[in-house]
């Protein structure tokens, strides 16, 4: 009898620690099954109370965080498009934590040349014009490369909205790409079936499919500590793309949405306008003498400033940067009806060293203005350092945004989610990829 007694109350105890173990382990605190995971695609991001401080510095913070390493590489997509770029490779270092307010992350890659020059202007002194760098390498006509890209160093990472965009699970960035599709052009008659040999862009394939775009500018957008945050959709579907040879716009940032459709070909989407922030264009157009020829310069401008890579928006309320009024025939750029700036005088404006792999004066004007993002933009806080052979980028974003438009990524769920990453090297469009990671929560 005693026995029975003994093996009840085992059975009893063993029931009741069961039963505990199940009330504690919620969906929230479970521990992600190592085994599950692959080591060459999946990101752990970890939970932590000591949240990182974002300064592009690693601390502490981030000791415990598993790493993920991969090596993105730029693709030839058959038709030209990234040129002098296809097959640069960088090796990537990727971590993640999140907390109950947000989600952490920490990219470490190399890359020997700091790009934050961004199509900076310059005087030719032979045709007396300014003139732009470009943002990409320049080949002549049998591939040789005729000057480097003054284009800026980015990342990026683009993620699927509540699971909207099919293709995203299986292809990740890819799920939007449409470089070089074939086409209907309609805008001649009769209509013809083309091949797109030097374009493409990013649109998703549905009217509810959309894609959260992570855009970090190592330049523009650090001033103020911030990484972009856009998003895609469908650009108003084939029977739009199909008329622009794949070359519809896709990407948006955040806070416009589409208000209806152009009435004139090629009746694309019309969407509201976006409130001026961010980076802005520092050109306009003038006459040359006030009623000569027009020509591009320099909007504003800071006297007496060497090697600075933007103009910010302060600086045009608060003095520090003068508004070129006039340009002469010769190219010298007026601030005042009588003060002005000769650049045939030394060669602070001009392009130095060989004209391939050189630089550009000391003095030459950055091209663009740089403010702060607002609002949805405003998303994901953001500080880089360059440490002379690499990058190294720490960020964060709420595991749940404001956003009501569906422009934004939800984590709330810490369900599997998957990724793509993309790096760009002072260059344009030509950029890095790697599809298929996936972002699991432990």
């Known amino acids: 009898m005693k026995t029975v007694k003994n093996n009840f109350t085992l059975i009893v105890i063993i029931f009741l620690l069961a039963l505990g173990y199940m009330v504690s382990c919620t969906k929230e605190d479970q521990i992600l099954d190592v085994a599950q995971t692959n080591n060459s695609t999946d990101l752990i991001s970890i939970k932590t109370t000591l949240a990182p401080t974002i300064d592009g510095t690693i601390d502490a913070a981030w000791i415990n965080a598993t790493k993920l390493n991969f090596q993105p590489m730029v693709p030839d997509p058959g038709n030209g498009l990234f040129a002098g770029y296809i097959g640069d490779a960088y090796k990537v270092t990727l971590r993640s934590m999140y907390d109950d307010q947000y989600i952490y992350f920490l990219a470490e890659y190399n890359d020997n040349t700091k790009n934050t020059s961004v199509t900076p202007w310059y005087f030719d002194s032979t045709t007396k014009r300014w003139n732009q760098e470009g943002s990409s390498k320049t080949f002549d006509v049998n591939g040789a490369l005729t000057r480097v890209g003054f284009g800026e160093d980015k990342m990026a990472m683009l993620w699927n909205i509540d699971k909207s965009t099919p293709k995203f699970i299986s292809q990740t960035c890819y799920a939007s790409c449409h470089v070089f599709t074939p086409y209907m052009d309609y805008s001649v008659t009769p209509s013809v079936y083309k091949s797109n040999s030097n374009s493409g862009n990013h649109y998703t394939n549905g009217a509810n499919e959309k894609i959260d775009m992570w855009w970090g500018h190592l330049s523009k957008d650090l001033v103020f500590n911030q ?10 579907g084939p029977s739009i793309t199909n008329l622009t040879g794949g070359n519809a716009n896709g ?14 070909w090629p009746y694309r989407p019309t969407y509201s306008t976006a409130t001026a922030q961010g980076s802005l264009s520092n050109k306009q157009s003038l006459k040359l003498d006030g009623n000569g020829s027009t020509v591009s310069v320099p909007l504003w401008i800071k006297l007496n400033e060497s090697n600075y890579d933007y103009i910010l928006a302060s600086d045009t309320l608060s003095g520090a940067a003068v508004k070129i009024i ?11 009806i009588n003060d002005s700036i000769n650049p045939n005088i030394g060669t602070d404006y001009l392009r130095s060293g060989d004209l391939v792999t050189g630089s550009v004066g000391p003095k030459c004007f950055p091209s663009f203005i740089a403010s702060p993002l607002i609002n949805g933009r405003a998303d994901i806080t953001c500080a880089a350092i360059h440490t002379g052979s690499g990058w190294v980028v720490e960020y964060k974003r709420l595991i749940k945004t404001s956003d009501v438009l569906k422009q934004d990524i939800d984590f709330t769920s810490k369900e599997d989610c998957p990724f793509g990453f993309a790096i760009w090297d002072g260059s344009n469009n030509q950029h890095a990829i790697q599809p298929n990671l996936v972002l699991k929560f432990k």
């Open 251 to 264: 990407r948006h940032v955040d806070d416009i949405t589409v208000t209806g459709y152009s009435t004139t």
């Open 227 to 236: 990484m972009d945050d856009n998003y895609q959709d469908w650009a108003g």
């Open 326 to 336: 006039k340009v002469s025939s010769t190219g010298a750029l007026y601030y005042t």
